[in-house]
């Protein structure tokens, strides 16, 4: 499948990867990481314009999150059951994404566009089905897709002459980003722990400030 949708671009070129991502955000399983690092690389060759491309990607990613979403609303928690009930991975996936959604709320809806991507289809509908607003879903959603299409365009653009080599290192690039994200947090952390424990141990060897009362 990948094979023959990477032999599309050069053709057809932006119709194939806006139905690619409609489709994933749907919640079909297909490469949409990878064609849009490929897009990226057409818009380095001068082949594809960016703001078209990127553009034609985030218009598609809304519209996939759109229909998840709803679809979760309109059929309830019975859809997202039978969603989930077409194969052990997937039902695997909705879990996770009920779990994400019950710990963070409407962040879990920004980070699951971008960061952790592979769970961004499964939480659509699974949003809907949970009565979240609308409003407040578009407000995380919008954003995180901005950032998702935005990381990935940029990652095919800047290694255009390695293309292949970035898709087959990358692969789903949510995991490298989730690892770069959480590497960050833990260096802010010890730091953090280390800043409030030199400080405490300054403290602790201080002499007492004030004057002396003699006895």
């Excluded at 928690?77 to 194969?87: I, K, Q």
């Excluded at 994404?97 to 962040?107: M, T």
């Excluded at 971008?114 to 954003?143: D, E, Q, S």
């Excluded at 995991?175 to 994200?181: H, W």
């Amino acid at each position: 499948m990948s094979e023959q949708l990477l032999a599309l671009l050069p053709v057809y070129g932006v119709p194939v990867i806006s139905l690619t991502v409609f489709l994933a955000c749907c919640g079909i399983p297909l490469p949409t990481a990878m064609i849009m690092l490929f897009g990226g690389s057409l818009v380095a060759t001068g082949d594809l314009s960016f703001w078209v491309i990127y553009l034609s990607c985030l218009v598609a990613a809304s519209c996939g999150d759109q229909v998840g979403f709803w679809a979760g609303r309109i059929g309830g928690t019975g859809y997202v059951e039978r969603f989930a009930a077409r194969g052990p991975k997937r039902q695997r996936l909705v879990d996770r994404a009920r779990d994400y959604l019950e710990r963070r709320g409407i962040v879990a809806i920004f980070f699951t566009r971008w960061l952790l991507a592979m769970i961004g289809p499964y939480m659509n509908p699974v949003a809907g089905a949970a009565g979240m607003r609308w409003r407040l879903f578009i407000t995380a959603a919008v954003p995180g897709q901005m950032l998702y299409v935005l990381i990935y365009t940029l990652l095919g653009f800047t290694f255009s002459h390695n293309i292949i080599a970035v898709a087959q290192i990358v692969g789903n690039a949510s995991g490298f980003l989730a690892a770069g994200v959480v590497t960050l947090a833990i260096g802010w952390y010890i730091t953090r722990v280390l800043h409030f424990s030199l400080k405490r141990r300054r403290r602790r060897y201080l002499k007492p400030r004030g004057r002396r009362i003699h006895r």
